[in-house]
């Protein structure tokens, strides 16, 4: 999966753009726990998300 591609995705799911990197990230965090992601996938996007700046939900608790 590409970065593209998981745009594409949330935007079909939620009928809208992503807002920033990190509703994008914790978007794709859920779809890695529900088994929709393989881990190698995960692990890629993961990183470039991060690299942009993203912060997920689960790093402020």
Known sequence: MSIFELITIFETERNRPPESMNALLD??????????????????????????????????A
Do not use: P
């Open 27 to 60: 978007f794709y965090q859920q779809k890695y726990i529900t088994g929709d992601i393989n881990i190698n996938d995960y692990r890629k996007i993961y990183h470039y998300l991060h690299r942009q700046g993203a912060i997920s939900a689960h790093e402020f």
